[in-house]
């Protein structure tokens, strides 16, 4: 799959995964733990010491040209 080809490219382990859009369910992370992600990034909420690792918050970066 794209994780281990990616591994196979960068010699380094995927850990992380970012939800296109943020948008995720349980079976999703479910899906993503079974995998080998410790990590799983989403939307823009806040996080705190007891946020799900697969429900972590990102602000998006971006430029319109």
């Not at 733990?33 to 799983?40: H, I, P, R, S």
């Not at 429900?55 to 040209?65: I, K, Q």
């Amino acid at each position: 799959g794209t994780k281990e080809a990616i591994e196979a490219i960068t010699k380094k382990a995927v850990e992380y995964i970012v939800y296109p859009g943020g948008g995720n369910t349980q079976r999703v992370n479910d899906l993503a733990k079974k995998f080998g992600y410790k990590l799983a990034s989403k939307g823009n909420q806040l996080n705190d010491f007891n946020s799900n690792l697969f429900n972590v918050s990102r602000y998006s970066a971006f430029h319109n040209f």
